[in-house]
C-alpha cells in the first residue's frame, strides 16, 4: 500500500471492512451468495481516485442423493428376481446413475420427471448384495440394501395307494 492510500472495497453494495492490501494485490475472505457478486475496490490518493469492479456467478450445486425405496434391506424372498426400486434428487440423466447385484453392472430406467430409477435384479441363493450409485458435478451417494433368497425346499414325496388287490389285507 502506498503512504496516504486509503482503499474500500464493497460486495453486493455492502462495505467489507476486513481486507488486506499488499504491493497492489487486494485480499478478502468473502462468503458468495447464489448468482451473481459485484465487488468494487476503490483506492484514493493525493492524486485521485480508481474504482475496479469484478462480477462472480455462483452456479448452486447440488449434490445428488440416493434411496432404495423397495424391496426392503433384510427381506427375504423365495423368487428369482425382484423390482428394485429407488428415489433420486439432483440427478440430471441416467448416466449419473449406476447399479450392481453382486458387483455385476445392470442396467435400469430412470424417469427423470419423478426422479425415480427402476431395475430387475436377478437373485442368488443367499445374501444378495443390491447397489445404486449416484454421482454429479457436485459429489455421490450411494444406497446399499442386502436381500436373501430362500431356498424353499421341495415337499415330501407322497404316495397315495388307490386300490388293493383282493387277498391283501
Sequence with gaps: ATIGSTYSLTHNGNVISSFSVNNGNMSANVTLVPGLNT?????????????????????????????????????????????????????????E??????????????NSASGNYSFTANLNDGANTITVTVQNNCGSQTSVITVNKTIVPPADPMITICHIPPGNP
Excluded at 446413475?97 to 430412470?110: C, D, K, L, P, R
Design 39 to 95: 465487488f468494487e475496490f476503490t483506492a484514493n490518493n493525493e492524486c485521485g481516485s480508481i474504482t475496479s469492479s469484478a462480477r462472480v456467478t455462483l452456479e448452486q450445486c447440488n449434490t445428488p442423493t440416493v434411496n432404495i425405496t423397495s424391496p426392503i434391506n433384510g427381506s427375504a424372498v423365495t423368487t428369482n428376481t425382484v423390482q428394485v426400486n429407488a428415489s433420486t434428487n439432483n440427478v440430471n440423466g441416467q448416466n
Design 97 to 110: 446413475i449406476s447399479a450392481t447385484v453382486n458387483n455385476a453392472t445392470v442396467n435400469g430406467n430412470f
